[in-house]
Protein backbone atom coordinates (compact mmCIF):
# COMPACT_ATOMS: atom_id res chain seq x y z
CA UNK A 1 0.00 0.00 0.00
CA UNK A 2 1.35 3.06 -0.67
CA UNK A 3 2.00 5.42 2.12
CA UNK A 4 -1.12 8.29 3.13
CA UNK A 5 1.00 11.18 2.55
CA UNK A 6 2.15 10.37 -0.58
CA UNK A 7 -1.29 9.51 -1.46
CA UNK A 8 -2.15 12.58 -0.55
CA UNK A 9 0.46 14.71 -2.30
CA UNK A 10 -0.37 12.62 -5.77
CA UNK A 11 -4.02 13.77 -5.28
CA UNK A 12 -2.70 17.47 -4.72
CA UNK A 13 -0.31 17.68 -7.61
CA UNK A 14 -3.18 16.29 -10.08
CA UNK A 15 -5.76 18.80 -8.80
CA UNK A 16 -2.63 21.34 -9.40
CA UNK A 17 -2.35 19.93 -13.01
CA UNK A 18 -5.61 20.38 -13.59
CA UNK A 19 -6.12 23.90 -12.12
CA UNK A 20 -3.04 25.40 -13.81
CA UNK A 21 -3.94 23.81 -17.25
CA UNK A 22 -7.34 25.07 -16.67
CA UNK A 23 -6.31 28.84 -15.87
CA UNK A 24 -3.93 28.86 -18.64
CA UNK A 25 -6.59 27.95 -20.83
CA UNK A 26 -9.14 30.73 -20.12
CA UNK A 27 -6.53 32.98 -20.30
CA UNK A 28 -5.26 32.42 -23.63
CA UNK A 29 -8.74 32.45 -24.75
CA UNK A 30 -9.15 35.93 -23.60
CA UNK A 31 -5.67 36.84 -25.32
CA UNK A 32 -3.60 37.15 -22.20
CA UNK A 33 -1.26 34.16 -23.24
CA UNK A 34 1.12 34.26 -26.46
CA UNK A 35 1.75 31.07 -28.40
CA UNK A 36 -0.56 28.19 -27.89
CA UNK A 37 -1.77 25.95 -24.69
CA UNK A 38 -2.08 22.42 -25.00
CA UNK A 39 -4.99 20.70 -22.64
CA UNK A 40 -4.04 18.23 -20.03
CA UNK A 41 -7.80 17.39 -18.76
CA UNK A 42 -8.27 13.60 -18.36
CA UNK A 43 -4.80 12.69 -18.50
CA UNK A 44 -2.97 14.06 -15.03
CA UNK A 45 -2.96 10.22 -13.18
CA UNK A 46 -0.21 9.35 -15.85
CA UNK A 47 2.86 11.48 -15.04
CA UNK A 48 1.73 12.33 -11.77
CA UNK A 49 1.67 8.51 -10.20
CA UNK A 50 4.88 8.09 -12.36
CA UNK A 51 6.66 11.33 -10.80
CA UNK A 52 5.82 9.92 -7.43
CA UNK A 53 8.03 6.82 -8.00
CA UNK A 54 11.03 8.62 -9.88
CA UNK A 55 14.09 10.39 -8.60
CA UNK A 56 15.81 13.85 -9.32
CA UNK A 57 18.43 12.25 -10.80
CA UNK A 58 16.40 10.28 -13.12
CA UNK A 59 15.06 11.53 -16.34
CA UNK A 60 11.60 12.57 -18.03
CA UNK A 61 11.69 13.26 -21.76
CA UNK A 62 8.16 15.44 -22.38
CA UNK A 63 5.82 16.18 -24.95
CA UNK A 64 3.48 19.07 -25.89
CA UNK A 65 1.06 17.87 -23.16
CA UNK A 66 3.59 17.63 -20.60
CA UNK A 67 1.94 19.42 -17.67
CA UNK A 68 1.45 16.45 -15.55
CA UNK A 69 5.15 15.08 -17.00
CA UNK A 70 6.80 18.96 -15.51
CA UNK A 71 4.55 18.57 -12.02
CA UNK A 72 5.02 15.00 -11.39
CA UNK A 73 8.72 15.40 -11.85
CA UNK A 74 8.50 18.78 -9.19
CA UNK A 75 9.45 21.28 -11.65
CA UNK A 76 10.20 24.91 -10.70
CA UNK A 77 6.25 26.14 -10.89
CA UNK A 78 7.69 29.66 -10.76
CA UNK A 79 10.03 29.06 -13.52
CA UNK A 80 7.36 27.04 -15.47
CA UNK A 81 4.98 30.10 -15.44
CA UNK A 82 7.37 32.43 -16.11
CA UNK A 83 8.55 30.51 -19.05
CA UNK A 84 4.87 30.21 -20.08
CA UNK A 85 4.59 34.15 -20.26
CA UNK A 86 7.87 34.28 -21.94
CA UNK A 87 9.08 35.87 -18.68
CA UNK A 88 13.22 35.65 -17.98
CA UNK A 89 12.71 34.10 -15.17
CA UNK A 90 11.23 30.78 -16.67
CA UNK A 91 12.83 27.51 -16.65
CA UNK A 92 14.45 28.40 -19.85
CA UNK A 93 14.41 31.92 -19.23
CA UNK A 94 11.75 32.73 -21.43
CA UNK A 95 13.22 30.79 -25.20
CA UNK A 96 11.04 28.17 -25.13
CA UNK A 97 7.53 28.77 -24.06
CA UNK A 98 5.13 25.86 -23.48
CA UNK A 99 5.93 23.12 -25.85
CA UNK A 100 10.01 23.12 -25.03
CA UNK A 101 10.17 23.16 -21.40
CA UNK A 102 12.71 21.90 -19.92
CA UNK A 103 14.15 21.96 -16.11
CA UNK A 104 17.45 20.08 -16.54
CA UNK A 105 17.64 20.42 -12.89
CA UNK A 106 15.06 17.90 -12.40
CA UNK A 107 15.97 15.90 -15.66
CA UNK A 108 13.03 17.37 -17.74
CA UNK A 109 13.68 17.29 -21.19
CA UNK A 110 10.83 18.07 -23.91
CA UNK A 111 10.25 17.69 -27.61
CA UNK A 112 7.28 18.50 -30.04
CA UNK A 113 8.39 16.76 -33.08
CA UNK A 114 5.87 14.02 -33.11
CA UNK A 115 8.18 11.40 -31.60
CA UNK A 116 11.58 13.38 -31.62
CA UNK A 117 11.69 12.14 -27.93
CA UNK A 118 12.32 8.63 -28.40
CA UNK A 119 15.52 8.62 -30.04
CA UNK A 120 16.42 11.20 -27.47
CA UNK A 121 15.65 8.53 -24.52
CA UNK A 122 17.37 5.86 -25.98
CA UNK A 123 20.64 8.35 -26.14
CA UNK A 124 20.28 9.24 -22.68
CA UNK A 125 20.11 5.68 -21.55
CA UNK A 126 22.85 4.89 -23.56
CA UNK A 127 24.97 7.31 -21.15
CA UNK A 128 23.23 5.87 -18.00
CA UNK A 129 24.94 2.43 -19.07
CA UNK A 130 27.98 4.01 -20.04
CA UNK A 131 28.44 5.39 -16.78
CA UNK A 132 27.17 2.68 -15.07
CA UNK A 133 24.55 4.76 -13.40
CA UNK A 134 21.21 3.11 -11.72
CA UNK A 135 18.99 6.29 -13.23
CA UNK A 136 15.94 5.47 -15.65
CA UNK A 137 14.40 7.12 -18.31
CA UNK A 138 10.89 7.37 -18.79
CA UNK A 139 10.26 9.17 -22.25
CA UNK A 140 6.40 10.07 -22.95
CA UNK A 141 4.57 10.08 -25.94
CA UNK A 142 1.20 9.87 -27.72
CA UNK A 143 -0.56 7.20 -29.91
CA UNK A 144 0.31 9.53 -33.05
CA UNK A 145 3.75 9.21 -32.13
CA UNK A 146 3.81 5.27 -32.18
CA UNK A 147 3.69 5.24 -35.91
CA UNK A 148 6.40 7.17 -36.59
CA UNK A 149 9.87 6.00 -37.59
CA UNK A 150 12.08 7.16 -35.14
CA UNK A 151 9.23 4.80 -32.57
CA UNK A 152 10.62 1.62 -34.18
CA UNK A 153 14.14 2.95 -34.71
CA UNK A 154 14.44 3.56 -30.75
CA UNK A 155 12.48 0.47 -29.45
CA UNK A 156 14.78 -1.83 -31.98
CA UNK A 157 17.99 -0.41 -31.11
CA UNK A 158 17.10 0.47 -27.38
CA UNK A 159 16.48 -3.15 -27.12
CA UNK A 160 19.65 -4.06 -28.63
CA UNK A 161 21.85 -1.56 -25.97
CA UNK A 162 19.41 -2.98 -23.20
CA UNK A 163 18.58 1.07 -21.85
CA UNK A 164 16.88 1.49 -18.71
CA UNK A 165 14.03 3.57 -20.59
CA UNK A 166 10.22 3.26 -20.09
CA UNK A 167 8.67 3.96 -23.42
CA UNK A 168 5.16 4.86 -22.01
CA UNK A 169 2.70 5.67 -24.59
CA UNK A 170 -0.58 7.91 -23.26
CA UNK A 171 -2.79 6.74 -25.80
CA UNK A 172 -5.51 9.28 -25.38
CA UNK A 173 -7.57 7.93 -28.44
CA UNK A 174 -6.86 10.77 -30.49
CA UNK A 175 -3.40 12.27 -33.18
CA UNK A 176 -5.01 15.67 -32.32
CA UNK A 177 -8.36 14.64 -34.68
CA UNK A 178 -7.64 11.31 -35.90
CA UNK A 179 -8.93 8.64 -33.92
CA UNK A 180 -6.37 5.37 -32.99
CA UNK A 181 -8.54 2.93 -34.59
CA UNK A 182 -7.73 5.60 -38.30
CA UNK A 183 -4.18 6.01 -37.76
CA UNK A 184 -3.05 2.40 -35.88
CA UNK A 185 -2.74 -1.05 -37.60
CA UNK A 186 -3.32 -2.44 -33.78
CA UNK A 187 -5.41 -2.72 -31.50
CA UNK A 188 -2.84 -2.24 -28.55
CA UNK A 189 -0.31 -0.64 -29.40
CA UNK A 190 1.70 -2.28 -26.05
CA UNK A 191 1.59 -5.91 -28.55
CA UNK A 192 4.21 -3.72 -30.96
CA UNK A 193 6.78 -4.83 -27.82
CA UNK A 194 6.95 -8.50 -28.99
CA UNK A 195 8.46 -7.28 -32.29
CA UNK A 196 11.36 -6.21 -30.52
CA UNK A 197 11.72 -9.17 -28.17
CA UNK A 198 11.08 -6.12 -25.17
CA UNK A 199 8.18 -6.78 -22.33
CA UNK A 200 4.94 -5.11 -23.30
CA UNK A 201 2.48 -3.47 -20.72
CA UNK A 202 -1.13 -2.03 -20.90
CA UNK A 203 -2.44 -0.08 -17.82
CA UNK A 204 -5.40 1.78 -16.90
CA UNK A 205 -3.99 5.20 -17.39
CA UNK A 206 -7.38 6.83 -15.53
CA UNK A 207 -6.37 4.74 -12.15
CA UNK A 208 -3.43 5.99 -10.37
CA UNK A 209 -3.22 2.52 -8.53
CA UNK A 210 -2.58 0.84 -12.06
CA UNK A 211 -0.38 3.14 -13.38
CA UNK A 212 1.52 3.71 -10.04
CA UNK A 213 2.23 -0.39 -9.53
CA UNK A 214 3.19 -1.71 -12.68
CA UNK A 215 5.73 1.23 -12.26
CA UNK A 216 6.78 0.26 -8.93
CA UNK A 217 7.71 -3.24 -10.49
CA UNK A 218 9.25 -1.92 -13.76
CA UNK A 219 11.67 0.71 -12.66
CA UNK A 220 13.64 -1.30 -10.13
CA UNK A 221 14.40 -3.91 -12.56
CA UNK A 222 15.66 -1.55 -14.49
CA UNK A 223 17.94 0.21 -12.20
CA UNK A 224 19.27 -3.13 -11.57
CA UNK A 225 20.31 -3.66 -15.45
CA UNK A 226 17.17 -4.66 -17.23
CA UNK A 227 16.77 -3.76 -20.92
CA UNK A 228 13.72 -1.56 -22.14
CA UNK A 229 9.75 -1.59 -21.65
CA UNK A 230 7.00 -0.54 -23.76
CA UNK A 231 3.69 0.57 -21.48
CA UNK A 232 0.64 2.15 -23.26
CA UNK A 233 -1.71 3.48 -20.56
CA UNK A 234 -4.99 3.98 -21.90
CA UNK A 235 -6.29 7.66 -21.39
CA UNK A 236 -8.44 10.15 -22.61
CA UNK A 237 -8.05 14.18 -23.88
CA UNK A 238 -11.27 15.68 -22.52
CA UNK A 239 -11.21 18.30 -24.37
CA UNK A 240 -9.61 20.05 -27.14
CA UNK A 241 -6.00 19.08 -28.42
CA UNK A 242 -5.01 22.68 -27.78
CA UNK A 243 -6.15 26.44 -27.25
CA UNK A 244 -5.77 26.37 -31.24
CA UNK A 245 -8.35 23.80 -31.88
CA UNK A 246 -11.63 24.71 -32.28
CA UNK A 247 -13.45 21.44 -31.27
CA UNK A 248 -15.23 20.69 -34.60
CA UNK A 249 -16.93 17.75 -33.36
CA UNK A 250 -14.52 14.96 -33.97
CA UNK A 251 -15.27 13.54 -30.35
CA UNK A 252 -18.71 11.95 -30.28
CA UNK A 253 -20.82 13.33 -27.57
CA UNK A 254 -21.37 10.23 -26.14
CA UNK A 255 -17.18 9.09 -26.02
CA UNK A 256 -16.39 12.17 -24.25
CA UNK A 257 -19.43 11.30 -21.50
CA UNK A 258 -18.17 7.82 -21.01
CA UNK A 259 -14.58 8.62 -20.45
CA UNK A 260 -15.79 11.77 -18.43
CA UNK A 261 -17.69 8.87 -15.74
CA UNK A 262 -13.38 7.57 -15.76
CA UNK A 263 -12.19 11.33 -14.66
CA UNK A 264 -8.73 10.41 -13.18
CA UNK A 265 -9.20 12.98 -10.43
CA UNK A 266 -12.37 12.25 -9.50
CA UNK A 267 -11.75 8.73 -9.14
CA UNK A 268 -9.04 8.60 -7.30
CA UNK A 269 -10.65 10.62 -4.64
CA UNK A 270 -13.31 8.60 -4.37
CA UNK A 271 -10.60 5.39 -3.79
CA UNK A 272 -9.04 7.45 -1.04
CA UNK A 273 -12.66 7.86 0.25
CA UNK A 274 -13.26 3.83 -0.13
CA UNK A 275 -9.69 2.82 1.26
CA UNK A 276 -10.04 5.47 4.41
CA UNK A 277 -7.29 6.93 4.19
CA UNK A 278 -8.53 10.64 3.54
CA UNK A 279 -11.62 12.50 4.67
CA UNK A 280 -13.80 14.81 2.49
CA UNK A 281 -12.69 17.49 4.27
CA UNK A 282 -8.95 16.96 3.85
CA UNK A 283 -9.44 16.30 0.40
CA UNK A 284 -11.23 19.74 -0.27
CA UNK A 285 -8.33 21.56 1.67
CA UNK A 286 -6.43 20.34 -1.05
CA UNK A 287 -8.42 21.08 -3.69
CA UNK A 288 -8.65 24.59 -2.71
CA UNK A 289 -4.95 25.04 -1.69
CA UNK A 290 -4.40 23.66 -5.47
CA UNK A 291 -5.84 26.17 -6.77
CA UNK A 292 -4.74 29.02 -4.58
CA UNK A 293 -1.29 27.55 -5.49
CA UNK A 294 -2.14 27.28 -9.61
CA UNK A 295 -3.29 31.14 -9.32
CA UNK A 296 -0.17 32.47 -7.17
CA UNK A 297 1.52 30.67 -9.92
CA UNK A 298 0.38 32.34 -12.54
CA UNK A 299 0.25 35.62 -11.26
CA UNK A 300 4.05 35.41 -10.48
CA UNK A 301 4.29 34.51 -14.55
CA UNK A 302 2.46 37.08 -15.54
CA UNK A 303 3.80 39.90 -13.20
CA UNK A 304 8.12 38.34 -13.57
CA UNK A 305 9.90 40.66 -16.18
CA UNK A 306 10.60 40.12 -20.05
CA UNK A 307 13.98 39.19 -21.05
CA UNK A 308 16.43 42.16 -22.14
CA UNK A 309 16.92 42.14 -25.59
CA UNK A 310 20.83 41.83 -25.17
CA UNK A 311 19.94 38.06 -24.16
CA UNK A 312 18.79 37.00 -27.45
CA UNK A 313 22.00 35.95 -28.12
CA UNK A 314 22.94 34.22 -25.02
CA UNK A 315 23.25 30.29 -25.05
CA UNK A 316 23.92 30.77 -29.15
CA UNK A 317 26.59 28.72 -30.38
CA UNK A 318 28.28 28.19 -33.41
CA UNK A 319 30.65 25.76 -34.61
Known amino acids: MIERDRLHDIYYRMQLTRAFNDELMALKKAGKVYGPIHRSTGQEAVGIAVGALLRDDDYIISNHRGYAHWIGKDIDMRGLSAEIFGKAEGVCKGKAGEMLIADLRKGILSTTIIGGGLTLAVGLGMSIRMRKGDQVVVCYFGDGASNEGTFHEALNFGALQKVPVVFLCENNQYALS ?26 DGNDVFDVYNLLGEVVPELRAGGGPVLIEAKTYRLGSFSSNDRE ?15 DPIVRFRQQLLDLGVSEEGHLTSLDNRAREVALDMIAYGQKADYPREASLYDEVFVS
Do not use: C, F, L, N
Not at 248 to 262: H, L
Open 248 to 262: SGYQPQEEIDRWKAK
Open 178 to 203: VHVSRSTSVRDIAKRAAGYDIPGYIV
